[in-house]
């Protein structure tokens, strides 16, 4: 019955996303660091510490997999995160759905179960599973159970299976369950998801009907289309991934399909760059005897009229042709478009003319390969790999191995000019391992000092993080907490000074990045003068885990400035501190409005039912002129996070209130009531519900039903 309560609060998403960093940071250095190395074993120490902190608030924590997202709580952890992405994609290659950790997780165990996961070649699904049941006590694996993407007509799957929620979503349009034309549905889900599926899902022996399906989630209804452009690229992206045998059946209903909407479906192909078209174009006719002549007609003709666009005429703008700086007549550019190849050409001529564009493209296509496989960057990665490679060997010299590593110097300051984060960490991580063992640790360890660790090279990196941070941002993140001893402080100094509000944010998010190392750097800085440098350290203190610095924090609720004595504020109260609500109490109580309206939101945000007495005085505070009518609403939103039933009675008052001079501010500050009743025990909020019910306002009522529904 003790567990019962625990298994119900809600995680804290902050620490579980630091769990999942280190883990993910551990599983990389594996191999690249000996087991023994601090790196190591302050990774091991530093993620059994937060387990620990979440199995106090809840026995144990399951992690859904669903190919690049992690799900908890049937809530999916950002997308956007790229080390929530890489980390589930190594699991679900394990053919993993979800793993539990419970409590009483020892380090022994964490270390195990990244042994399991790294493995090369390793146990997968099924196996894994058992494996782990045998060596790691409190670490649970849920195999993802591939027989249950196969169908048999008629039949529903088993709604217990552990796959994610977009392999579901996609089962169930094949299923016949969902009907995918119905809002932006299948546009939401990765293409390669819905391919995966799709390759798993469906046989040669397939029905028509489940072609059809997939078709029209994309493209619409023939009756009722929404076929636009994004949909047309996502389906022929999905189209692109298939296997090639069921791809055949596709093209075959996909061009039936189109041909019935040919008008639409020109208009998407003259706005498509040369390139998506090709790319179309190529998928449609390489099952060329399958599609309707009128497609095929089509392609033919604007593939045409691409090509001779893109060979005379130097740029369009506005519609209009451009050739060496003079506009051509609308007369002449439809000369040149016209196809009147078939007027001048024997239908024989034709076909040897098709047979040897046939070869040619064969021909661009090895081409392609090559090209890519020469361009500069894919050179430099090559040259780097066998580098990095050659530094292990054993027949090289001491005079060898500085010779190399003095060439990689000279790489690692190119790829800092192009902001390449992830092979400068590769290069550091390499050296790094070498300078704890091996026959060379003494050049290693000088490279590594001299080198990465210099105020030039940090210099440079600092200004590379700025220009190319936020596209490589997990790069940065990773370099930077590689880096920290020497990045850390040059970090602080560019957040100071920084004055784009979007490189501050990402700044502040890699010297988050880099974890509680940045805490004694940031206490320095708070003895800065400028009151923005003191909130971001505040912040920064905070979100790395600075528990310790509480007594330091404690004199900036008193700061001149109020966005600093807010972040003060907030930031106490995320640390639990005992004088925290006593300060937040007086806030509420203060004669400034804006500490006062940002106090009410704190309270809100952190949930404190010792505000709602205080809350409800301001709320029930007469407003005549409807003057407080924003900071209200406010008030209104953190009593509704708080979910306290106490403050129902006041909410009612409110609701049956009136006034002469402010009806507008009024009925919007009853709408908010009943945006916010999520949060209150069912029984509270019906009374509520019950009145408003009955509303003039159909907001009010709609809200009404949806919260009946709700309980």
């Not at 090509?307 to 060496?324: C, G, I, P, R, W």
């Not at 050179?379 to 010779?403: G, H, N, P, R």
């Not at 790094?432 to 990465?452: D, Q, R």
């Not at 936020?470 to 560019?494: F, H, I, K, M, Q």
Request: charge should be negative; aromatic fraction near 10%; glycine fraction near 6%.
């Amino acid at each position: 019955m003790a567990e019962e309560p625990r298994a119900k609060l809600p995680l804290d998403v902050k620490l579980l996303a630091d769990v999942v960093v280190d883990m993910n940071l551990w599983r990389r250095s594996i191999g690249i660091y000996p087991p023994e190395h601090p790196a190591i074993k302050n990774a091991i120490e530093r993620t059994s510490q937060n387990f620990e902190k979440l199995f106090a608030i809840r026995a144990s924590i399951t992690l859904g997999i669903a190919k690049d997202a992690l799900i908890i709580d049937e809530v999916t952890l950002d997308r956007g995160n790229l080390v929530f992405k890489e980390f589930a994609k190594i699991l679900h290659a394990k053919a993993i759905s979800a793993i539990t950790f419970s409590a009483g997780l020892k380090q022994e165990e964490l270390v195990r179960f990244h042994e399991l996961i790294t493995a090369q070649g390793g146990p997968m699904g099924k196996e894994l599973a058992e494996l782990a049941q045998k060596d790691i006590a409190h670490v649970t694996f849920t195999p993802l159970d591939m027989n249950s993407f196969f169908f048999v007509e008629g039949t529903q799957r088993d709604e217990a299976s552990g796959e994610g929620i977009w392999e579901n979503y996609v089962q169930g349009i094949l299923e016949g369950r969902l009907f995918g034309d119905q809002g932006p549905g299948i546009l939401s889900v990765p293409v390669e998801t819905i391919a995966d599926a799709v390759n798993t899902g469906i046989s040669d022996a397939s029905g028509e009907e489940f072609y059809d399906r997939v078709i029209t989630a994309y493209l619409g209804k023939k009756d009722q289309s929404r076929m636009g452009r994004e949909a047309f690229d996502k389906f022929f992206s999905f189209l692109d991934r298939i296997r090639p045998e069921i791809r055949r059946q596709f093209v075959t209903r996909t061009g039936a399909r189109l041909s019935a909407e040919i008008g639409k479906v020109e208009n998407i192909f003259s706005e498509m760059t040369i390139e998506s078209f090709q790319k179309v174009a190529e998928l449609l006719t390489e099952q060329a005897s399958f599609i309707p002549p009128t497609l095929k007609n089509l392609i033919d003709k604007l593939a045409s009229i691409k090509q001779m666009k893109t060979s005379y005429f130097d740029f369009f703008y506005q519609q209009s042709a451009v050739l060496d700086d003079i506009e051509i007549s609308d007369d002449v550019v439809t000369l040149f478009g016209e196809d009147h190849f078939q007027a001048y050409v024997n239908k024989e001529y034709q076909q040897e003319l098709e047979r040897m564009l046939k070869a040619k493209g064969r021909e661009n296509d090895v081409v392609s390969l090559f090209s890519k496989e020469c361009e500069e960057e894919a050179v430099d990665s090559t040259a780097l790999a066998v580098m990095l490679e050659l530094l292990y060997a054993d027949f090289i010299t001491s005079a060898d191995y500085l010779t190399i590593v003095t060439k990689l110097s000279e790489f690692m300051n190119f790829f800092v000019e192009t902001g390449r984060f992830e092979e400068i960490l590769e290069a550091y991580n390499t050296l790094s391992s070498h300078a704890l063992s091996g026959k060379f640790t003494h050049e290693a360890a000088s490279t590594v000092e001299y080198f990465f660790h210099s105020p030039e090279f940090i210099a440079r990196l600092i200004t590379a993080f700025n220009l190319y941070g936020r596209r490589e941002r997990e790069g940065a993140v990773r370099l930077a907490r590689a880096l920290r001893r020497s990045v850390t402080d040059p970090l602080l100094d560019a957040l100071a000074e920084e004055q784009d509000s979007g490189k501050r944010r990402f700044l502040l998010s890699v010297l988050e990045g880099i974890g509680s190392d940045v805490v004694p750097y940031a206490v320095k800085k708070l003895d800065d003068d400028r009151w923005y440098v003191i909130r971001n350290m505040l912040s920064l203190i905070r979100n790395c885990n600075g528990k310790k610095e509480a007594e330091r924090i404690r004199k900036f609720v008193k700061h001149q400035n109020i966005e600093v004595r807010i972040e003060a504020l907030r930031t106490l109260l995320a640390f639990g501190t005992a004088d925290a609500v006593p300060y937040l109490k007086t806030c509420l109580q203060s004669g400034e409005a804006d500490m006062r309206q940002g106090a009410i939101k704190l309270a809100g945000n952190f949930r404190v039912r010792d505000a709602v007495p205080h809350l409800i005085a301001l709320i029930a505070k007469r407003d005549l002129l409807g003057a407080e009518a924003s900071y209200k609403r406010d008030i209104v939103r953190s009593l509704g996070e708080i979910g306290d039933s106490q403050a129902i009675d006041a909410l009612l008052k409110i609701y049956g209130s009136w006034s002469v001079f402010n009806r507008k501010g009024l009925e919007e500050l009853k709408v908010a009531i009943f945006r916010n009743l999520q949060n209150y025990p069912p029984e509270a909020a019906r009374k509520l519900i019950d009145v408003g019910r009955s509303s003039k306002n159909e907001e009010i009522r709609s809200l009404c039903e949806k919260g009946l529904r709700r309980g």
